[in-house]
């Protein structure tokens, strides 16, 4: 089961005036968040969201960029099923390639600290 496409959309809903509300980040007027749509060979879609700022209401064009510019790459052609297997490559060795060309130890240590 190859995933054969990664999409992201960045999706936004305005609140209505009667239900905005403040919180720690200010006035909440929009609900933002983006959609991660994954395809596989045989049709079969899997979806999930990220969100680019505490409080719904975020600009998300830079994750739909990496999400289409960067991890779409890495996902083409592996096999679905594997979640736990592609979920340490993206959170670990998206980046392990600077590091090893600048000749550093602990080049899969990514995002961890």
């Known amino acids: 089961m190859k995933i054969t496409n990664v ?3 960045w999706l936004r ?3 209505p005036k009667e239900k ?3 919180s ?3 006035l909440l007027t929009d609900f933002d968040m983006t959609l991660v749509v994954i395809t596989t060979e045989s049709g079969l879609q899997g979806f999930g969201e990220a969100k680019a700022a505490v409080g719904s ?3 998300c064009a830079s994750i739909v ?3 289409e510019n960067e991890l779409k790459p890495l996902l083409i052609g592996k096999d679905a099923r594997h979640i736990s297997r592609i979920w340490e490559h993206i959170y670990n060795g998206t980046r392990d390639h600077y590091s090893l060309s600048r000749g550093r130890k602990f080049p899969i ?3 961890r600290g």
């Open 24 to 26: 720690d980040y200010g």
């Open 20 to 22: 905005q509300h403040f």
């Open 109 to 111: 240590l990514g995002r």
């Open 65 to 67: 960029s990496c999400v």
């Open 7 to 9: 999409e992201a959309f």
């Open 13 to 15: 809903c305005p609140i």
């Open 57 to 59: 209401s975020g600009v």
